[in-house]
């Protein structure tokens, strides 16, 4: 007996850059080296396949127009704490667009500093005013990243942190939804969540 409609729904196929984003995670998650520059043989070290992640959290998360402004503009992460990580989140940033919008690194001695900014990156330097931090970035629409043991718990929004020796992720549920950024459904699968 010959059926009309598959028993499988058609589901649309993901673009190019989701697909290369989600593989980039999924290779970072698993542990499996690769380069940033294709033309490097050697492994990449933990802190370039965090500069990475912070570019790529870029394409699973969604910020109220408000927030993003006029089409074109740019995507704007701010790094507290470490400059030198800073310039390794600039150069994994290089060249990359998402949703038609440049990306801007910028080193930030101050949170102050950080508040117009998409994505705050906290460096584990600021642990101690972690929650003046926090509060000095909380009316922003800002998502805070950190790759501090704790920092998920205390209010950031996805934490980077390793086990087995691979970088992986953890989101606080809360502190994303209460900085007003969504983030993608597939993030969320690769990630350990908090509350």
């Keep these: 007996m010959r059926q009309d409609q598959s028993p499988h729904p058609v589901v649309p196929r993901p673009s190019p850059r989701v697909v290369t984003g989600l593989l980039l995670l999924a290779l970072a998650l698993a542990g499996t080296p690769y380069s940033v520059d294709s033309h490097a043989s050697e492994r990449v070290d933990s802190r370039e396949v965090k500069a990475v992640f912070l570019v790529n959290f ?111 992720i953890e989101v606080n549920t809360t502190a994303a939804a209460r900085a007003g950024v969504k983030l993608s459904a597939n993030l969320m699968r690769l990630a350990r969540i908090v509350e």
């Design 58 to 168: 870029l394409s699973f998360a969604e910020w109220p127009s408000v927030k993003l402004g006029p089409a074109g503009g740019r995507l704007t992460v701010a790094v507290l704490g470490d400059p030198s990580f800073a310039a390794l989140v600039e150069h994994a940033a290089a060249g990359h667009i998402v949703s038609g919008r440049a990306i801007a690194v910028q080193a930030v001695d101050s949170p102050e500093h950080a508040a117009s900014a998409h994505l705050l990156f906290i460096a584990s330097s600021q642990a101690r005013r972690l929650p003046a931090v926090l509060r000095a970035v909380a009316d922003g629409t800002v998502l805070t990243v950190g790759d501090t043991d704790g920092f998920a718990q205390e209010g950031v929004a996805i934490n980077l942190y390793t086990f087995d020796n691979r970088v992986r």
